[in-house]
């Protein structure tokens, strides 16, 4: 068995002289020193002083009756070979009298750890989860990515049913057939899976599972990806591409829808500020007016959540715009629910666009009046706060002056979970065909335009609360008296080329400004407007073009042509299509104005004098 055993083994008495020895040890000493060992030979005869000093502390060592085995490398030739060494007294009557040494060459052994270690350390280092289980779904091994992707423990996974890792809205033991189904046969499965964490949250993964054949029992083993931030990522993108597709609708349609809106609104107007008309009918203009108004709010919604909406920033009173308002909101929101309006004028001015500060306050009604079906009290009130806005606004910010709109019903409120959705495009709680999920991520977003933001308190069965803070500016608002329906001090005798393609708006115009005084000149198109120009340049005092027309030349284009021959000339330009070009507002001529469609008779008539009057 000596002869035999697969190691060189040797003894060796109290005073480190060999006992015996087997043929493999015999072989190995004449490798390396040159010549055979002998019985009787001592250990410092054979071997250099620092080698030999070596081995008679580990004599020593087991010669006080310790059993013990050593790792020595050794060079052999040229390679280095690894040796596990075991020391074992030698006991007789009772006595040490010596040492069995037993070297095993395990150079191969120490590879092969070496490439487990290493391997151990790459599943334990991977981000990505790494598991194992049986064919009953028990789980024999996770790394530490997989565990922490859980939040157990390490070792806390080991022996529980990898259904407890499953949140698929399916039955897990349906899920684990037909994996190892797929399994069996074609080698491999892949899914994306919710999953869910020991403290019972829940979040996305993609697992690749294969097979392995372990202790003799076939068992699955999976890698997991965490993909929820990419799942998030893939939503945010694919809420940019629907804004971006309903941005092209909406600037699409916007040309066309406001161009008739403002025919509409042009000759509700014309009746109301020219028309000899009974009250009657002046009511039923006046709703056609707010009726139209409510038409383009929802193109300026869409337009406004694409972020193709012209801002239009002004010193405004926040209370002039919710006492215009208020009349229109009393109807809007029926007999069943009380309205209520509270301020406290005079209020300081903000900066703001007077369309979106509008959308601001209908669609907060229409949410309001929507959330109390069977009646109920809507309470508006505006007042100021001077206070610092919240860290996620702008953290280093001092405190400042904001006017605060409160905007609250008594209505059925809103539950928890969707109260963090609210301001999300397209969420909404409302019956399909009741609700766009728009109003209040609009609303949200012209808040922040504004630089301001909101807060929001509800709860079920007992109403809910917006708070709206917006910056103040230093001036006080004036207590406003109720617009004129009677255009005063706008007439005019100057001559204006009005250039539009669409003949009914053209007719509309040129018949109001014709009304109050004005020459005018019709151009159907930019090419038209050259051939005009060239025998009536002198006439002309005011462009008022189209910003898009058919024939190859766009306002922008004329204007530049005009202006070369005649720097002195006024422009206004006018359009209901709010896309690129138009946001590009340093293509537009220095000192001219823009006029967005739909606009009123009275604010046409407005702007139209007041270009005229500029030096």
Same mark, same amino acid.
């Given at each position: 068995?000596?002869?035999?055993?697969?190691?060189?083994?040797? =003894?060796?008495?109290?005073?480190?002289?060999? &006992?015996?020895?087997?043929?493999?040890?015999?072989?190995?000493?004449?490798?390396?020193?040159?010549?055979?060992?002998?019985?009787?030979?001592?250990?410092? !005869?054979?071997?250099?002083?620092?080698?030999?000093?070596?081995?008679?502390?580990?004599?020593?060592?087991?010669? #006080?009756?310790?059993?013990?085995?050593?790792?020595?490398?050794?060079?052999?030739?040229?390679?280095?070979?690894?040796?596990?060494?075991?020391?074992?007294? &030698?006991?007789?009557?009772?006595?040490?009298?010596?040492?069995?040494?037993?070297?095993?060459?395990?150079?191969?052994?120490?590879?092969?750890?070496?490439?487990?270690?290493?391997?151990?350390?790459?599943?334990?280092?991977?981000?990505?989860?790494?598991?194992?289980?049986?064919?009953?779904?028990?789980?024999?091994?996770?790394?530490?990515?997989?565990?922490?992707?859980?939040? /157990?423990?390490?070792?806390?996974? #080991?022996?529980?049913? !990898?259904?407890?890792?499953?949140?698929?809205?399916?039955?897990?033991?349906?899920?684990?057939?037909?994996?190892?189904?797929?399994?069996?046969?074609?080698?491999?499965?892949?899914?994306?899976?919710?999953?869910?964490?020991?403290?019972?949250?829940?979040?996305?993964?993609?697992?690749?599972?294969?097979?392995?054949?372990?202790?003799?029992?076939? @068992?699955?083993?999976?890698?997991?990806?965490? &993909?929820?931030?990419?799942?998030? *990522?893939?939503?945010?993108?694919?809420?940019?591409?629907?804004?971006? $597709?309903?941005?092209?609708?909406?600037?699409?349609?916007?040309?066309?829808?406001?161009?008739?809106?403002?025919?509409?609104?042009?000759?509700?107007? +014309?009746?109301?500020?020219?028309?000899?008309?009974?009250?009657?009918?002046?009511?039923?203009?006046?709703?056609?007016?707010?009726? =139209?108004?409510?038409?383009?709010? %929802?193109?300026?919604? %869409?337009?406004?959540?694409?972020?193709?909406?012209?801002?239009?920033?002004?010193? #405004?009173?926040?209370?002039?715009?919710? $006492?215009?308002?208020?009349?229109?909101?009393?109807?809007? %929101?029926?007999?069943?629910?009380?309205?209520?309006?509270?301020?406290?004028?005079?209020?300081?001015?903000?900066? !703001?666009?007077?369309?979106?500060?509008?959308?601001?306050?209908?669609? *907060?009604?229409?949410?309001?009046?929507?959330?109390?079906?069977?009646?109920?009290?809507?309470?508006?009130?505006?007042?100021?706060?001077?206070?610092?806005?919240?860290?996620?606004?702008?953290?280093?910010?001092?405190?400042?002056?904001?006017? @605060?709109?409160?905007?609250?019903?008594?209505? @059925?409120?809103?539950?928890?979970?969707?109260?963090?959705?609210?301001?999300?495009?397209?969420?909404?709680?409302?019956?399909?065909?009741?609700?766009?999920? %728009?109003?209040?991520?609009?609303?949200?977003?012209?808040?922040?335009?504004?630089?301001?933001?909101?807060?929001?308190?509800?709860?079920?069965?007992?109403?809910?609360?917006?708070?709206?803070?917006?910056?103040?500016?230093?001036?006080?608002?004036?207590?406003?008296?109720?617009?004129?329906?009677? *255009?005063?001090?706008?007439?005019?005798?100057?001559?204006?080329?009005?250039?539009?393609?669409?003949?009914?708006?053209?007719?509309?115009? @040129?018949?109001?400004?014709?009304?109050?005084? /004005?020459?005018?000149?019709?151009?159907?198109?930019?090419?038209?407007?050259?051939? &005009?120009?060239?025998?009536?340049?002198?006439?002309?005092?005011?462009?008022?073009?189209?910003?898009?027309?058919?024939?190859?030349?766009?306002?922008?284009?004329?204007?530049?042509?005009?202006?070369?021959?005649?720097?002195?000339?006024?422009?206004?330009?006018?359009?209901? /299509?709010?896309?690129?070009?138009?946001?590009?507002?340093?293509?537009?001529?220095?000192?001219?104005?823009? *006029?967005?469609?739909?606009?009123?008779?009275?604010? #046409?008539?407005?702007?139209?004098?007041? +270009?005229?009057?500029?030096?």
């Amino acid at each position: 068995l000596v002869e035999n055993i697969p190691g060189a083994i040797w =003894s060796v008495d109290r005073n480190y002289r060999y &006992i015996s020895f087997n043929r493999l040890f015999r072989h190995g000493v004449e490798v390396m020193t040159g010549r055979p060992p002998e019985v009787g030979t001592s250990v410092d !005869a054979l071997l250099s002083a620092p080698v030999a000093g070596f081995w008679r502390e580990q004599f020593d060592r087991a010669l #006080l009756g310790e059993r013990f085995s050593i790792d020595y490398p050794l060079q052999v030739r040229d390679e280095l070979r690894h040796f596990e060494v075991s020391f074992n007294p &030698i006991r007789s009557e009772g006595q040490l009298t010596g040492v069995t040494v037993l070297g095993l060459d395990v150079t191969a052994r120490k590879a092969a750890e070496e490439v487990l270690r290493l391997q151990a350390t790459v599943l334990e280092s991977i981000t990505e989860g790494v598991g194992v289980c049986d064919e009953q779904a028990v789980i024999i091994y996770v790394n530490a990515a997989e565990e922490r992707m859980f939040n /157990y423990a390490h070792g806390e996974m #080991l022996g529980k049913k !990898a259904h407890i890792l499953v949140e698929d809205g399916s039955d897990p033991a349906a899920l684990h057939a037909e994996m190892w189904h797929k399994l069996k046969e074609h080698g491999q499965f892949h899914r994306e899976l919710q999953n869910r964490r020991k403290d019972g949250s829940l979040f996305h993964s993609f697992v690749s599972v294969s097979t392995l054949t372990f202790s003799g029992k076939l @068992c699955a083993v999976w890698v997991r990806e965490d &993909i929820t931030e990419r799942r998030k *990522l893939e939503q945010q993108l694919l809420q940019s591409q629907k804004m971006e $597709s309903i941005g092209q609708l909406a600037g699409g349609v916007a040309h066309d829808f406001n161009n008739i809106l403002t025919v509409i609104q042009g000759h509700a107007g +014309v009746l109301q500020l020219f028309g000899d008309v009974n009250e009657e009918v002046a009511e039923a203009a006046a709703e056609i007016v707010l009726a =139209s108004d409510r038409a383009a709010n %929802l193109t300026r919604q %869409l337009l406004t959540f694409s972020r193709q909406q012209v801002m239009q920033p002004k010193e #405004l009173d926040l209370s002039a715009i919710v $006492s215009e308002m208020a009349k229109m909101l009393r109807r809007l %929101l029926g007999e069943h629910i009380r309205f209520h309006l509270e301020m406290d004028p005079p209020l300081p001015f903000i900066k !703001a666009d007077h369309g979106m500060m509008q959308q601001i306050i209908l669609n *907060l009604a229409i949410n309001a009046r929507d959330a109390m079906p069977h009646g109920g009290t809507l309470n508006i009130r505006l007042d100021t706060k001077h206070r610092p806005p919240p860290a996620d606004v702008n953290p280093s910010a001092e405190a400042a002056t904001y006017i @605060c709109l409160y905007v609250s019903d008594t209505g @059925c409120g809103i539950s928890p979970q969707n109260l963090t959705r609210i301001f999300e495009p397209f969420f909404t709680t409302k019956e399909v065909g009741k609700g766009t999920g %728009l109003g209040l991520a609009t609303v949200y977003g012209i808040v922040k335009q504004h630089q301001g933001w909101m807060e929001v308190e509800s709860e079920i069965n007992r109403g809910t609360t917006f708070r709206i803070y917006l910056p103040a500016r230093e001036q006080t608002a004036l207590v406003t008296e109720e617009p004129t329906t009677q *255009l005063v001090a706008l007439n005019g005798k100057e001559t204006i080329l009005v250039v539009e393609d669409e003949a009914p708006l053209r007719l509309l115009v @040129c018949n109001v400004l014709g009304r109050l005084g /004005y020459r005018i000149i019709e151009a159907k198109s930019g090419q038209d407007a050259l051939l &005009i120009w060239t025998d009536r340049r002198h006439e002309v005092d005011l462009l008022l073009t189209d910003l898009v027309m058919p024939d190859g030349m766009d306002g922008i284009e004329l204007a530049e042509v005009l202006l070369q021959d005649r720097p002195d000339l006024k422009i206004i330009y006018t359009s209901g /299509y709010s896309a690129e070009m138009i946001v590009r507002q340093e293509n537009l001529a220095p000192h001219a104005e823009f *006029l967005a469609k739909p606009y009123r008779t009275q604010h #046409l008539a407005d702007v139209v004098r007041r +270009v005229l009057d500029q030096r």
